[in-house]
């Protein structure tokens, strides 16, 4: 590919991928750091189940809320932020694998040759990252779409009835081997820690990586057994929420709440409705003579309706001209569209049966027409 290049084309000597080195280590630092807070939180689940709740619902900015409960918003933009790191630094660690097998021949042809541990090292780094683009991603995109969904039950849950117990088995190992080396190799890249002795410095700065990969390896499998202890015993309600402390006191506080907001609710009503029937009862004391109520209700049959009855026509006395209306329309309707022919029959049969059949109600409409 190289023979492609055009000479006059080529860049005299670019900054660009020292910076891009830069950004790498950058965002690997902030990774690597991030990775050693997030196993210490998500390892107090071996304190026990009301130490999780307790972080989880710390993470959630719990204690910002008079009642307690947490807030699932502020763990999705955490999620967001680290997943945004983690593919940048994913996309500026391509650059650096070898992608091609002679590529591949050559890196471990040299480890071979030179038995260098660092060099050893950075091929663990390519090996853990690769595995890291899909184990990670999905474990990231798990918590970017589920926020809300951490705590001792749900988490254990997820790790035995959700079987991702092999998914953080595989990224447990990638991501300590990778957070710890990366971070030693930052150190060794960029002289942290260099002190007068560069080769002590060294010396001391690999055991350090290689206790503090053990120990974040062991936090993290012993977390990962809990959850399948946790996890097992819950099978049975797997997705039930956990009612810890935390929660029960945010719980409590929440309950209490509502409760006593429908106390003051009943309370109010109660006077309402006190004052509205001692109203009522003033008014009833108050009540209008009997000629001066609304003859609407009671009125007997043959009184008018008011105006504003939407009974059809054919009830009231000038019905009978309107009835015929009524009857006429549905003739002329039946003469005219057939498209709607059987509604209209319908319609039609309906006023054939009030003329013709139906004693009842007839009489009264009759009985007027013939008045
Ligand atoms: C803000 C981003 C992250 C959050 C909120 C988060 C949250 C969690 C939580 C709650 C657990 C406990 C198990 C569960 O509930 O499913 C867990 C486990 C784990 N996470 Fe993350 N995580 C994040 C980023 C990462 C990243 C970037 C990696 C590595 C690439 C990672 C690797 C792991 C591993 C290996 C475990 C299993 C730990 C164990 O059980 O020992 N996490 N994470």
Same mark, same amino acid.
């Given at each position: 590919?190289? &023979? ?6 080529? %860049?005299?000597?670019?900054?660009? %991928? ?10 690997? /630092?902030?990774?690597?750091? =991030? ?8 390892? &107090? ?71 260098? @541990? ?21 474990? /990231? ?10 705590? %001792? ?13 092999? /998914? ?5 190992? #990638? ?41 974040? /390896? ?8 809990? =959850? ?21 006191? #945010? ?6 709440? %509502? !409760?006593? &907001? ?12 006190? !004052?509205?029937? *001692? ?28 105006? +504003?009855? @939407?009974?059809?026509? *054919?009830?009231?006395?000038?019905? !009978? ?14 003469? @005219?569209? +057939? ?14 049966? *009030? ?17």
């Amino acid at each position: 590919m190289e &023979s492609y290049i055009i000479e006059e084309n080529k %860049p005299k000597s670019s900054r660009l %991928p020292a910076r891009l080195d830069l950004a790498q280590s950058g965002t690997g /630092l902030i990774l690597g750091l =991030f990775m050693w807070a997030h196993m210490l939180l998500v390892g &107090s689940i071996v304190l026990g189940k009301d130490a999780f709740d307790f972080v989880a619902k710390t993470m959630e900015l719990s204690f910002l809320s008079d009642t307690g409960h947490g807030y699932p918003i502020a763990v999705f933009f955490a999620v967001s932020g680290v997943f945004t790191l983690f593919i940048i630094h994913a996309l500026l660690g391509v650059r650096k694998f070898p992608i091609s097998w002679r590529q591949h021949r050559v890196i471990r042809d040299q480890m071979q040759m030179m038995k260098h @541990t660092d060099t050893n090292l950075w091929y663990i780094q390519v090996v853990t990252g690769f595995i890291m683009f899909f184990f990670g991603s999905v474990h /990231l995109y798990t918590m970017l779409v589920n926020p809300g969904s951490i705590d %001792p039950f749900l988490s254990a849950d997820r790790v035995v009835s959700g079987n991702y117990w092999f /998914l953080y088995f595989v990224l447990l190992i #990638s991501v300590e081997l990778h957070a710890s080396i990366g971070l030693y190799r930052l150190c060794m890249k960029w002289g942290w820690f260099k002190g007068k002795d560069a080769r002590h410095s060294r010396k001391k700065l690999k055991t350090l990586k290689n206790r503090l990969m053990i120990f974040f /390896l062991g936090l993290g499998f012993l977390a990962l057994l809990m =959850f399948i202890v946790i996890g097992w015993g819950h099978r049975q309600n797997a997705g039930e929420r956990y009612q810890g402390t935390a929660y029960r006191q #945010s719980h409590a506080a929440t309950a209490e709440a %509502p !409760a006593a &907001s429908a106390a003051e609710e009943m309370e109010k009503t109660a006077d309402e409705t006190g !004052a509205a029937s *001692h109203g009522a009862d003033m008014q009833e004391t108050a009540a209008p003579p009997a000629d001066q109520a609304p003859a609407h209700d009671d009125a007997p049959a043959d009184t008018p309706a008011p105006a +504003d009855d @939407t009974e059809p026509v *054919h009830d009231t006395a000038p019905a !009978a001209g309107a009835a015929s209306e009524h009857d006429t329309e549905a003739v002329q309707d039946a003469g @005219t569209s +057939d498209a709607a022919g059987p509604a209209q029959a319908d319609s039609r049969t309906e006023a054939d049966t *009030h003329d013709q059949g139906s004693d009842a109600h007839e009489p009264t409409h009759s009985a007027q027409e013939t008045q």
